[in-house]
């Protein structure tokens, strides 16, 4: 099960982080990845996190804005959005389970929270 926090109503410009934590699953050997769907738009990689070894994949739009981390203790998988701009409004989820980063199929979603940049 994957449960999402944070995100909601922030300033242009501003921060957010997003939080999903990660239950009755080992999710630190597989890839964990936020997606997002922007209003009328396909669903699209906004950072990605390998299992073995952690390396970190960025969606071009988010490059030097965004920061992905896990803590495996905590069984959580953070997302840091910095510099947010209107165009950054949208529904953001998380999903593990895929082998690899590159990989297309994840078994494990969460239900996705909303961030809203305003103007």
């Known amino acids: 099960q994957l449960t999402e926090t944070g995100g909601g109503l922030v300033q242009a410009g501003g921060s957010t982080r997003l939080t999903c934590t990660v239950s009755?699953?080992?999710?630190?050997?597989?890839?964990t990845t936020w997606f997002r769907r922007l209003p009328g738009k396909e669903r699209d990689l906004v950072a990605c996190?390998?299992?073995?070894?952690?390396?970190?994949t960025y969606g071009d739009s988010v490059k030097g804005r965004a920061a992905i981390a896990r803590d495996d203790e905590r069984n959580v998988v953070y997302l840091e959005m910095n510099s947010l701009k209107g165009e950054d409004t949208g529904n953001y989820t998380c999903a593990t389970g895929a082998w690899e980063c590159s990989g297309s199929y994840y078994p494990y979603w969460g239900q996705g929270r909303r961030v809203t940049v305003s103007l």
């Open positions: 996190i390998a299992g073995t070894g952690g390396r970190t």
């Open positions: 009755d699953f080992t999710f630190k050997f597989y890839a």
